[in-house]
């Protein structure tokens, strides 16, 4: 091709670049991903951390305060489940059982209890278990270590990790009993020598008003209705 053919033949035409963006430059873009993202920076974690421990330390001081509430009750505090097995026994409970609460760790009533005993305090446990309802029992009759023992116990429905079970709270009522059974022998005792001491003897109120008679007044006044 001639020298005069080259020269007259039309350059090719280049993109009109004018306006538009610039290449990407990918090393150039890197450090605006290395940024840190709203809400997870160093001092976000920090705040999150704080916050934990924060909250650690009160779970921790709550249930210091509970192990001195249930310890220092006083009272017999314990929970078991629905098939008499012990979850949980405060010192109290444990020394009256004669021994320390890791003593009585997966036992059951039956361990504890002679077996009608074991089975009468079951009854009672399942009773609000199975009704949701609290029950109380005000006089119960109950053996540890050999010896007879009255007890006034509530028991509360709850759940155990979701397993069905009951707190009970016994207050021992021992001495209380056998006090009021003191009584009422000394009582029946008086009443015997009244009875028979073969005078009549009447109770008057400082208004004239006849409270009793012995059964030798009864005898000789059987019209007197008290």
């Known amino acids: 091709m001639s020298k005069a053919k080259r020269e007259s033949q039309p350059a090719p035409e280049r993109p009109d670049t004018a306006g538009a963006p610039p290449a990407p430059a990918g090393r150039e873009r890197l450090p605006s991903l290395q940024r ?36 220092s009750a006083g009272e017999a505090i314990f929970s078991v489940d629905i098939d008499g097995r012990f979850l949980f026994l405060n010192h109290t409970a444990a020394a009256d059982l004669g021994g320390a609460p890791e003593d009585y760790a997966g036992k059951t009533l039956w361990d504890v209890f002679p077996k009608e005993v074991a089975g009468r305090h079951l009854d009672a446990i399942r009773r609000a278990i199975e009704s949701g309802v609290d029950y109380v029992v005000a006089e119960a009759p109950s053996i540890l270590r050999g010896e007879p023992r009255w007890f006034h116990t509530s028991i509360r429905p709850l759940k155990w990790s979701g397993t069905p079970a009951a707190l009970l709270i016994a207050r021992d009522i021992t001495k209380r009993k056998h006090a009021e059974e003191a009584l009422q022998e000394s009582e029946e005792r008086y009443r015997s020598v009244v009875d028979n001491i073969g005078l009549g003897i009447a109770l008057i109120s400082p208004e004239m008003r006849i409270l009793a008679l012995n059964r030798q007044m009864k005898q000789w006044f059987p019209g007197i209705d008290l």
Do not use: K, M, N
Request: charged share 35%; aromatic share 6%.
């Open 36 to 71: 840190p993202i709203a809400g997870f920076g160093h001092g976000d974690t920090d705040r999150r951390q704080a916050d934990r421990r924060q909250t650690e330390q009160a779970l921790r001081a709550s249930e210091e305060q509970y192990r001195v509430l249930v310890e």
